[in-house]
């Protein structure tokens, strides 16, 4: 059965970490995310070409941020459904709630209002803070109609992994002392 609450918090637990791997991204690695920005504000911005190091530290960073993203569905999934009855379905509507709400949070929070209405420097590419660019409302709101295809593919690969793992690996013997573990451990 799904646990709305549980799914709410998972939901907004996922968006800060997107937060946060945004922000790090804009302002430290900016060319990890410039085309993410209209062309306009890319073309005022000029990231210049990133170094061997930079390069480097930015695909680093990526992949921790990726996999801290993305371990967080799983980790969201399993710790909620193991020693339970459940279906891929219910593990997918879950995800894909968590991961809409982030889709939402991204076009309303972030880029409507902390980029396009308030432009906040955390998340403008930098020597652009002034740039019109930074209030194209419909370049954001056509990336939010992509962001719908991409999470929905997110959380189906995500429930499969989750549901694999669930079913292949997490007996309901050791799902049953791993939730006593977890609620001896934050009560």
Excluded at 130 to 144: A, D, E, K, T
Aim: charged share 10%; hydrophobic share 60%; proline share 4%.
């Amino acid at each position: 059965m799904l646990n709305l609450n549980t799914v709410l918090l998972e939901s907004m637990i996922w968006s800060v970490l997107w937060i946060v791997v945004v922000i790090i991204s804009v302002r430290v690695f900016p060319f990890t995310i410039e085309h993410d920005y209209p062309h306009d504000v890319r073309a005022v911005a000029a990231i210049p070409k990133p170094t061997q190091k930079q390069r480097i530290l930015g695909f680093a960073f990526g992949a921790a941020g990726f996999i801290t993203i993305f371990g967080a569905l799983i980790l969201f999934a399993v710790l909620e459904y193991m020693g339970q009855v459940f279906t891929f379905w219910t593990i997918f509507i879950h995800l894909f709630i968590v991961c809409m709400t982030w889709n939402v949070v991204d076009l309303v929070i972030v880029d409507w209002l902390f980029i396009c209405t308030l432009s906040l420097k955390c998340f403008l590419l930098p020597g652009t803070e002034n740039c019109p660019g930074n209030r194209n409302f419909i370049f954001h709101f056509l990336g939010f109609l992509k962001g719908l295809a991409t999470m929905t593919v997110i959380a189906l690969v995500f429930s499969a992994i989750s549901f694999l793992i669930l079913k292949l690996f997490i007996s309901p013997a050791s799902a049953q002392q791993v939730n006593q573990a977890v609620q001896s451990s934050w009560f």
